[in-house]
């Protein structure tokens, strides 16, 4: 019986190591995973409808072809922003970046029309090359405040600014880096947060004057737009949930601007997204992310994925392997295994149902991988028990008939 119990706490000292290994280096688990969870919970949502207040002006290849190849005069550039300002639209996001001069004229020329299409542009962040001072940006401020035990947050941080030339400057409103599926909305610089240019845009929509990061004990941040609360990961980053099919963003070719015909687009309240969408121009795609990041923003669709919560995940491993411990070393045979596969399951429920109502990710791969943490040496020592206790008792007749 003592042997027997010095081996049951030998196994939880062992589960208990592999599970606070697997808790601090979460990285080792693979983040695929996590992504292909998020994956099958977008297949089973219903896709979300645009909000029906953002269009996007693509510079495509068919706009190039027509009017002359990138990058274009500043002039066609501002003309571009009035056409777009003239049918309608209530603001418009630049996704373009001007680091260098033109001529003094035509600088001065799209500073002036950003300036009447109440337009805003980014800056770009580097964080490999510590060189030169911050950007004279127009930015909304970003204020971080914390819940009393609360962690420091871990928003990623830059090592210096590229800015517009000096004449735009005035209408930098927020950063241009993004990182494919997880979308920054803050970066930090120097001490100092800086919204996204998408997050600073809908900010600017909603008139607010400055927004709140707000992160609480279990390491969830929130940040308030507007109506929304959106939630974002410990980073600062949320991920995005496109529109398909008619309910997608309406996507309209420069040349429809530049070049009017009887189907005039109708821009009228709508804030627009004006980039370049071409083949063999770098970071093509950046524009539509940046357009249906603002949308998301704006219908409270956008959600916050992988690395939400490393304290909730770590506290949710805990509790699985709490739960299937009495199972895996009471019952025998599938007695034991029932009651662990319903614990599996409602894993997955638990995470599905907390991105359904709250449009947050909280991964359920860590509690997983320690219920197969734990699975196993329990198993094993229960096996080697039984074999034991085979052996006792065959030695126990064998004594009886010797009897």
């Known amino acids: 019986m003592i042997v ?4 049951g706490l030998g196994a939880t000292l062992l589960v208990a190591t592999l599970g606070t290994l697997l808790a601090v280096f979460p990285g080792s688990i693979p983040e695929t995973w996590n992504f292909a969870i998020v994956d099958q919970i977008l297949h089973w949502l219903p896709a979300p409808n645009n909000s029906g207040q953002v269009a996007y002006v693509e510079i495509d290849d068919p706009s190039l072809r027509a009017i002359g190849r990138w990058p274009w005069p500043r002039k066609r550039t501002a003309e571009l922003i009035d056409k777009i300002h003239d049918a309608g639209a209530k603001a418009v996001v630049v996704d373009l970046f001007f680091p260098e001069a033109e001529n003094p004229s035509s600088d001065q020329e799209l500073a002036a029309s950003l300036e009447r299409a109440n337009a805003w542009i980014g800056y770009q962040f580097r964080f490999t090359e510590p060189t ?11 204020v971080v405040s914390r819940s009393g035990m609360a962690q420091s947050p871990d928003l990623f941080k830059a090592a210096s600014m590229l800015c517009n030339i000096p004449v735009l400057e005035s ?3 927020g950063f241009l880096n993004v990182s494919g599926r997880n979308f ?15 997050l600073a845009s809908v900010a600017a929509l909603h008139n607010q004057t ?11 941040a929130t940040i308030k737009l507007g109506l929304h609360q959106i939630p974002l990961d410990s980073k600062g980053r949320l991920s995005i949930r496109p529109s398909q099919g008619d309910n997608s963003i309406p996507r309209i070719p420069a040349l429809r601007l530049l070049h009017p015909t009887t189907d005039t687009p109708n821009l009228k309240g709508k804030l627009v997204v004006l980039g370049v969408h071409a083949a063999g121009i770098q970071e093509q795609d950046s524009t539509l992310l940046q357009a249906t990041a603002i949308d998301n923003l704006l219908n409270g669709t956008a959600f916050a994925g992988p690395g939400t919560s490393p304290l909730a995940e770590w506290f949710l491993m805990i509790g699985a392997r709490a739960a299937a411990f009495w199972p895996l070393t009471r019952l025998r045979g599938w007695k034991r295994w029932t009651p662990w596969t319903l614990l599996l399951l409602s894993l997955l429920v638990l995470s599905l149902g907390l991105f359904a109502s709250q449009n947050i990710f909280v991964s359920p791969v860590l509690a997983i991988a320690g219920l197969g943490v734990q699975a196993l040496p329990v198993c ?24």
């Open 4 to 7: 027997s119990r010095q081996i």
């Open 132 to 142: 030169g001072k911050p950007c004279a940006t127009n930015t909304i401020p970003v």
């Open 171 to 173: 209408r930098s409103g």
């Open 184 to 198: 920054p909305m803050v970066i930090a610089q120097d001490g100092v947060v800086y919204p996204s240019l998408a």
């Open 210 to 220: 400055s927004l709140l990061l707000h992160f609480d004990i279990s390491y969830f």
């Open 380 to 403: 094993i020592v229960q096996r080697w028990q039984d074999k034991r206790n085979a052996v006792k008792i065959e030695t126990q007749l064998r004594s009886a008939k010797q009897f």
